[in-house]
């Protein structure tokens, strides 16, 4: 059996093993790989720039724990730009595992950095199920589809919700989802109520949501973990998704590597059965 | 730490490791993992929707007097029919009333958030923006004070009597307007198009800071070109409710325009001969087969877009854990040995 013949037959836990072992060692050995930044996410950045500082903003935690290597990096990169701004932040989700209780611990953390008082210059709306009705109810009453907020706080007792009573008092959503309720922030909430948006995605959902910062329904977008470490440097706080890109960029050019080993490999052996039947 | 955040780190350091130990064979550990999973979400679920559905927005209500919520608590209720041969006919009840909501709500959004936009865009040439300039221009706006409750009406009086004033509750239209020359070294393909902007300008006497704010792109500007060959651009606003109180001067400059044409007509060939390989109802022969087959080059360029991406959250998920692994996880060893 020579090279490319084992190469065929080599037992896939080999390859686990290579990544595995890519992902460990730049955490280990850090590599300074350069990250550059896409139009994309500069756009993100640049739009939220321009929201007047102080103004009210949502930041949707649309994801499961499942994508928090993606997703959560972008939130607290954006929890850094709103509360530099002063902005007012509403935090709400639409996804029941999890969602809420990501959306209060990682504000919280931020807010204590930038000491920010609950119910004034934030507020967590927590869950409600259905997001279609919440989505298009929000419009109308955003207390009527949350009568309290997260803990169970009356609205009317949270001074920053007594100023918002629907979108048209907020300047700016900031979408972060791993699935599709980001279609229905652009289908319900921009196209109805016309708020600007930029949507954080994960890297699986991001080809899809191109087309909508090409039509203008997203104003940015952050794709995966290279999306969220473009934030991370343009907001100037480099943490996890910039820590992480390293090993990703590992483990691409590992993967390219071993596709070309595969096709090769494939192919010699091919040549070689067809000599065999000659 | 305490002593129970130590013991959460190492249960999620022990779950973590048993979801891996599955890439090296099937094992009882692995399975236990994920049957805790799964019986944790399902627990969690019912647990929430019970809470935020069931008790917030049915039976609280309800008791404070909202008493025709009763009537989808019904509807609700009926769905456990099904679980009867003979009575689930009376669960379609309900079925059809979300059914209508849905296709109610969802047409609508789809059409006018989704579809029209999309097939719009599509349509239209993609421009790329050459460069933005400041044109010797005569603006016929003058500047506007944005007053809302919080503003010295007394004080606003005395530094600036002569500003047209705009109330944020109750704003009326403000027309922008402005006459310049277009430059004469634009190519075939190119245009320019005006930016309105309102700048806030910066006065600690009276409102302690405004940021610059660009009102409106190039969209909903009117150009009426004089007769004289000079443009007027004109622009109204009446929607000031995100704006600070505060001084705002009016601007109007102009951006160069390329259109991309090659890009635009690649993407109307893409789209045209994708529909058309799922067009079913004619054999793919001559120039629809053509066609058919140049739309699967353009599928299979946008699934190896889509794989490439798929590779890089995959193995994001894999970064995350490991991350947990290498930080927090073996970060906690010293705290224990």
Same mark, same amino acid.
């Given at each position: 059996?020579?090279?490319?013949?084992?190469?065929?037959?080599?037992d896939?836990?080999?390859?686990?093993?290579?990544?595995?072992l890519?992902?460990?060692?730049?955490?280990?050995?850090?590599?300074?790989?350069?990250?550059?930044?896409?139009?994309?996410a500069? &756009? =993100?950045?640049?739009?939220? /720039?321009?929201?007047?500082d102080?103004?009210?903003?949502?930041? !949707?935690?649309?994801? +499961?724990?499942?994508?928090?290597?993606?997703?959560?990096?972008?939130?607290?990169?954006?929890?850094?730009?709103?509360f530099?701004?002063?902005?007012?932040?509403?935090?709400?989700?639409?996804?029941?595992?999890?969602?809420?209780?990501?959306?209060?611990?990682?504000t919280?953390?931020?807010?204590?950095?930038?000491?920010?008082?609950y119910?004034?210059?934030?507020v967590?709306?927590?869950?409600k199920?259905?997001?279609?009705?919440?989505?298009?109810?929000?419009g109308?009453?955003?207390?009527?589809?949350?009568?309290?907020?997260?803990?169970?706080?009356?609205?009317?007792?949270?001074?920053l919700?007594?100023n918002v009573p629907?979108?048209? &008092? =907020?300047?700016?959503?900031? /979408?972060?989802?791993?699935?599709?309720?980001?279609?229905?922030? !652009?289908?319900?909430? +921009?196209?109805?109520?016309?708020?600007?948006?930029?949507?954080?995605?994960?890297?699986?959902?991001?080809?899809?949501?191109?087309?909508?910062?090409?039509s203008?329904?997203?104003?940015?977008?952050?794709?995966?973990?290279?999306?969220?470490a473009e934030?991370?440097?343009?907001?100037?706080?480099?943490?996890?998704?910039v820590?992480?890109?390293?090993?990703?960029?590992?483990v691409?050019?590992l993967?390219?590597f071993?596709?070309?080993?595969?096709?090769?490999?494939?192919?010699?052996?091919?040549k070689?059965?067809?000599?065999?039947?000659? | 730490?305490?002593?129970i955040?130590?013991f959460?780190?190492?249960?999620?350091?022990?779950?973590?490791?048993?979801?891996?130990?599955?890439?090296?064979?099937?094992?009882?550990?692995?399975?236990?993992?994920?049957?805790?999973?799964?019986?944790?979400?399902?627990?969690?679920?019912?647990?929430?929707?019970?809470?935020?559905?069931?008790?917030?927005?049915?039976?609280?209500?309800?008791?404070?007097?909202?008493?025709?919520?009763?009537?989808?608590?019904?509807?609700?209720?009926?769905?456990?029919t099904?679980?009867?041969?003979k009575?689930s006919?009376?669960?379609?009840?309900?079925?059809?009333?979300v059914?209508?909501?849905?296709?109610?709500?969802?047409?609508?959004?789809?059409?006018?958030?989704?579809?029209?936009?999309?097939?719009q865009?599509?349509?239209?040439?993609?421009?790329?923006?050459?460069?933005?300039?400041?044109?010797?221009?005569?603006?016929?706006?003058e500047?506007?004070?944005?007053?809302?409750?919080?503003?010295?009406?007394?004080?606003?009086d005395?530094?600036?009597?002569?500003?047209?004033?705009?109330?944020?509750?109750?704003?009326?239209?403000?027309?922008?307007?402005?006459?310049?020359?277009?430059?004469?070294?634009?190519?075939?393909?190119?245009?320019?198009?005006?930016?309105?902007s309102?700048?806030?300008?910066?006065?600690?006497?009276?409102?302690?800071?405004?940021?610059?704010?660009?009102?409106?792109?190039?969209?909903?500007?009117?150009?009426?070109?004089?007769?004289?060959g000079?443009?007027?651009?004109?622009?109204?606003?009446?929607?000031?409710e995100?704006?600070?109180?505060?001084?705002?001067?009016?601007?109007i400059?102009?951006?160069k325009?390329?259109?991309?044409?090659?890009?635009?007509?690649?993407?109307?060939?893409?789209?045209?001969?994708?529909?058309?390989?799922?067009?079913?109802?004619?054999?793919?022969?001559?120039?629809?087969?053509?066609?058919?087959?140049?739309?699967?080059?353009?599928i299979?360029?946008?699934?190896?877009?889509?794989?490439?991406?798929?590779?890089?959250?995959?193995?994001?998920?894999?970064?995350?854990?490991?991350?947990?692994?290498?930080?927090?996880?073996?970060?906690?060893?010293?705290?224990?040995?």
């Amino acid at each position: 059996m020579n090279f490319w013949e084992k190469m065929e037959k080599m037992d896939r836990r080999w390859v686990y093993l290579m990544v595995g072992l890519s992902v460990i060692l730049p955490f280990i050995f850090p590599l300074d790989l350069p990250i550059s930044i896409t139009p994309e996410a500069q &756009s =993100v950045f640049d739009e939220v /720039e321009k929201i007047p500082d102080g103004s009210t903003v949502m930041l !949707v935690f649309d994801y +499961y724990p499942s994508t928090i290597a993606e997703c959560e990096p972008m939130a607290i990169a954006a929890l850094h730009h709103f509360f530099r701004k002063n902005c007012k932040v509403i935090t709400l989700s639409n996804i029941p595992l999890g969602g809420p209780s990501m959306a209060e611990a990682v504000t919280r953390d931020m807010a204590e950095k930038y000491n920010k008082v609950y119910g004034v210059d934030f507020v967590n709306l927590g869950y409600k199920y259905g997001y279609v009705a919440v989505l298009s109810g929000m419009g109308q009453s955003i207390k009527s589809i949350f009568p309290t907020d997260n803990s169970g706080t009356p609205l009317e007792e949270l001074p920053l919700m007594t100023n918002v009573p629907n979108y048209d &008092s =907020v300047a700016f959503i900031f /979408e972060i989802a791993d699935n599709a309720t980001a279609d229905y922030w !652009v289908s319900i909430v +921009y196209a109805q109520y016309g708020v600007p948006m930029v949507c954080g995605t994960t890297a699986v959902s991001a080809p899809k949501y191109y087309s909508f910062v090409a039509s203008g329904q997203f104003k940015g977008l952050l794709g995966g973990m290279k999306g969220a470490a473009e934030y991370e440097q343009l907001v100037g706080h480099n943490a996890a998704a910039v820590t992480g890109m390293s090993a990703q960029s590992l483990v691409h050019l590992l993967i390219i590597f071993l596709v070309i080993l595969g096709n090769i490999s494939f192919f010699l052996g091919r040549k070689g059965h067809k000599k065999e039947l000659v | 730490m305490t002593g129970i955040e130590l013991f959460q780190l190492w249960l999620m350091a022990f779950v973590t490791l048993a979801l891996f130990s599955f890439m090296y064979k099937d094992n009882p550990i692995y399975r236990i993992a994920e049957h805790i999973f799964a019986g944790l979400t399902a627990g969690y679920q019912v647990g929430l929707i019970w809470d935020t559905v069931i008790l917030q927005q049915l039976w609280n209500p309800m008791i404070d007097g909202e008493w025709w919520l009763f009537i989808p608590g019904i509807l609700g209720f009926l769905m456990f029919t099904r679980f009867s041969q003979k009575f689930s006919w009376i669960s379609r009840m309900s079925l059809a009333f979300v059914m209508g909501v849905t296709a109610g709500i969802f047409i609508i959004s789809q059409l006018h958030g989704l579809v029209l936009p999309q097939m719009q865009d599509t349509m239209i040439a993609r421009t790329s923006v050459d460069k933005t300039v400041e044109l010797p221009m005569t603006l016929q706006s003058e500047s506007i004070f944005i007053v809302d409750s919080t503003t010295d009406m007394a004080l606003l009086d005395s530094l600036y009597p002569e500003v047209k004033r705009i109330d944020k509750a109750n704003p009326e239209e403000y027309i922008f307007s402005a006459t310049y020359t277009e430059p004469s070294d634009k190519g075939m393909l190119e245009y320019y198009a005006p930016i309105c902007s309102l700048i806030g300008v910066q006065d600690t006497t009276i409102k302690k800071e405004i940021a610059a704010m660009e009102v409106h792109d190039d969209n909903g500007i009117e150009l009426t070109t004089n007769s004289d060959g000079t443009i007027t651009a004109t622009y109204s606003y009446s929607s000031f409710e995100k704006f600070n109180s505060g001084l705002y001067q009016p601007k109007i400059a102009v951006k160069k325009m390329s259109i991309m044409l090659i890009l635009s007509i690649i993407i109307v060939i893409g789209v045209v001969s994708t529909l058309i390989y799922f067009y079913f109802s004619h054999e793919h022969v001559g120039a629809l087969g053509v066609t058919a087959k140049v739309g699967i080059w353009f599928i299979m360029i946008s699934f190896g877009a889509h794989f490439g991406y798929t590779v890089m959250g995959r193995v994001s998920l894999l970064i995350g854990r490991v991350q947990f692994l290498v930080e927090d996880w073996v970060g906690s060893f010293n705290q224990l040995f």
